[in-house]
């Protein structure tokens, strides 16, 4: 069975930083990509960031350039994003997501992070 479950604080003040984890099981993780969204209320999806099979092969939408890093450990079959100098736009549902290019993609159940002092 296919899981990926993202957790994280929920509730941070502007300034400071966060990070995101998604925990999967059930497909094989080093063939996958991972990718991060989000969405924030009465938006769409937007794609935050990605990494390929290699640690080093990330991209970033133009927001997420400079604030955001995405990781992955194989070893732990988990995808991280660091979040810094959060913004009250930051505010969003986040997704996980593992897609494989070609057939499958897989997401989690989202986890809300709210910026707000």
């Not at 899981?3 to 929920?10: A, C, F, R, W």
């Not at 990781?71 to 997501?97: G, M, Q």
């Amino acid at each position: 069975q296919v899981q990926l479950v993202e957790s994280g604080v929920g509730l941070v003040q502007p300034g400071g930083s966060l990070r995101l984890s998604c925990e999967t099981s059930g497909f094989a993780f080093h063939d996958f990509a991972m990718k991060w969204y989000r969405q924030a209320p009465g938006q769409e999806r937007e794609l935050v960031a990605s990494i390929g099979n290699s640690a080093w092969d990330t991209d970033y939408a133009e927001f997420a350039k400079g604030r955001f890093a995405i990781s992955r450990d194989d070893t732990s079959r988990t995808a991280y994003l660091l979040i810094f100098s959060l913004k009250v736009e930051d505010t969003a549902v986040y997704y996980c997501s593992a897609q494989d290019g070609r057939e499958y993609e897989y997401w989690g159940q989202g986890t809300q992070v709210t910026v707000s002092s």
